[in-house]
T-cell receptor, first 113, second 116 residues
Framework: AQTVTQSQPEMSVQEAETVTLSCTYDTSESDYYLFWYKQPPSRQMILVIR??????QNATENRFSVNFQKAAKSFSLKISDSQLGDAAMYFC??????????FGKGTLLTVNP | GAVVSQHPSWVICKSGTSVKIECRSL??????MFWYRQFPKQSLMLMAT?????????EQGVEKDKFLINHASLTLSTLTVTSAHPEDSSFYIC????????????FGPGTRLTVT
């Protein structure tokens, strides 16, 4: 079974600074997707960024980028120029061939003004 | 596009009663919908996979007789919590997988269930 591990229960960052959230996963599959989701206090799950395992290039979406290390099974999220609106719970998720999402336990990000 | 709604957003019911939660894909067809449960300050736990026109597939440890799932159309899945008890109080989230297959699941806003 696949597992997703987020080792940082909480992180904090100063506004306009950069923060990196860590995620590791375990799988025996070669083809899969990895995601970072944001869950603000409203609890609506919002897709931040995705990475296809077959792509070597790291995904980027505006201020959000990932460092995908397939051999190490590592998938970290970097948030640049942090904004107050970035404060939320962030979940790393894995999707394999069965389309099911496996989530990590989450990292609560606080942005300090 | 790709909007998923849930109804109700919050429901309070008495112990022993049943409650139905609806999940609708508003602007796309969803062959597969997923139901998750989330306890406060915890992650999402997959409860079951709902496929249109067939029986739901439940994850290990989820009581299929307590959590009845029906996926009657390509835009609607329902979760019925039968004989609810206070320990069933939780936040229930659905997601939908668009047709044709894509990488993304689209999440509903969730339903808060409180059993008194």
């Amino acid at each position: 079974a696949q597992t997703v591990t987020q080792s940082q229960p909480e992180m904090s960052v100063q506004e306009a600074e950069t923060v990196t959230l860590s995620c590791t996963y375990d799988t025996s599959e070669s083809d899969y997707y990895l995601f970072w989701y944001k869950q603000p206090p409203s609890r609506q799950m919002i897709l931040v960024i995705r990475q296809e395992a077959y792509k070597q290039q790291n995904a980027t979406e505006n201020r959000f980028s990932v460092n995908f290390q397939k051999a190490a099974k590592s998938f970290s999220l970097k948030i640049s120029d942090s904004q107050l609106g970035d404060a939320a719970m962030y979940f790393c998720a894995y999707r394999g061939s069965n389309y099911k999402l496996t989530f990590g336990k989450g990292t609560l990000l606080t942005v300090n003004p | 596009g790709a909007v998923v709604s849930q109804h109700p957003s919050w429901v309070i019911c008495k112990s022993g009663t049943s409650v139905k939660i609806e999940c609708r894909s508003l602007d796309f067809q969803a062959t597969t919908m997923f139901w998750y449960r989330q306890f406060p300050k915890q992650s999402l736990m997959l409860m079951a996979t709902s496929n249109e026109g067939s029986k739901a597939t439940y994850e290990q440890g989820v009581e299929k007789d307590k959590f009845l799932i029906n996926h009657a159309s390509l835009t609607l899945s329902t979760l019925t919590v039968t004989s609810a008890h206070p320990e069933d109080s939780s936040f229930y989230i659905c997601s939908a997988h668009r047709v044709p297959s894509s990488y993304e699941q689209y999440f509903g806003p969730g339903t808060r269930l409180t059993v008194t």
